[in-house]
């Protein structure tokens, strides 16, 4: 398996849900990351995962709370977003001590 | 923070022709990446480059790492019609582990076959 796969694809949500997104990697890997996307812009770092322990948070918001169960998995759980928090959230994992990200598909969020 | 100024921002260019691209900083960097990513989905990495000078080629693409780490530059050759898309360059300080990449703005090619 040579992919990083994200679930949902597409999610709408309302200002008052819970909801989370998923990704997983069976590379390998040892550092997974989640980035934000917006329209015509470059990823955005949000955080980044280094041996299932959080090594670079990018002063992200608490209504986003990321979260690794094993070296293999990603969650990022979204509480009580805002309409701006829209955009495509793509996850990346990279090898040990190689620069090279590799990016999921993506979840394409909108908050109503 | 760091900043890679990328160019031309778009192209719009004929089928068959050559098109390039390229990134430059004002910080030393140790690694660069060149990714597309088509609408809708995940950027795809297409080359890396870690070596100053190094010049490195996958298919119809051909990218160098300049001579002062401070910049890259990409070429693609005989453009396709899915060569549409937008192009990332990406730069990272440090060597190894899981650090930050800084990328750049984005340059989106059209294509008219």
């Known amino acids: 398996d040579t992919e990083v796969t994200q679930t949902p694809k597409h999610l709408v949500m309302g200002m008052t849900n819970k909801k989370s997104l998923k990704c997983e990697q069976h590379?390998?890997?040892?550092?997974m990351y989640w980035y934000k996307q917006k329209a015509k812009k470059p990823p955005e770092l949000m955080f980044v995962?280094?041996?299932?322990?959080?090594?670079i948070n990018e002063s992200v918001p608490s209504r986003f709370s990321p979260e690794c169960p094993n070296s293999s998995l990603l969650n990022l759980h979204l509480h009580a977003l805002q309409p701006e928090d829209s955009a495509l959230y793509l996850c990346?994992?990279?090898?040990?001590?190689?620069?090279?990200?590799?990016f999921g598909p993506g979840t394409r969020l909108t908050v109503l | 923070g760091q900043q890679l100024n990328q160019s031309p921002q778009s192209m719009f260019i004929q089928e068959g022709e050559d098109v390039s691209m390229n990134c430059t900083s004002s910080?030393?960097?140790?690694?660069w990446l060149w990714y597309k990513q088509d609408p809708g989905e995940g950027p795809v990495l297409l080359i890396a480059?870690?070596?100053?000078?190094e010049l490195t080629s996958n298919g119809r693409l051909t990218a160098q790492f300049g001579i002062t780490r401070k910049d890259s530059f990409l070429n693609i050759s005989a453009s396709i019609p899915s060569d549409v898309g937008i192009y990332f360059c990406?730069?990272?300080?440090?060597?190894?582990?899981?650090?930050?990449?800084?990328f750049g703005k984005g340059m989106k090619l059209t294509v008219n076959p």
């Open positions: 590379m390998g890997h040892r550092a």
């Open positions: 990346a994992s990279s090898p040990e001590w190689v620069p090279e990200q590799f």
């Open positions: 910080s030393i960097f140790n690694t």
């Open positions: 480059l870690y070596k100053a000078g």
């Open positions: 995962y280094s041996y299932e322990k959080l090594s």
């Open positions: 990406a730069g990272q300080l440090v060597k190894g582990g899981s650090e930050k990449l800084v």
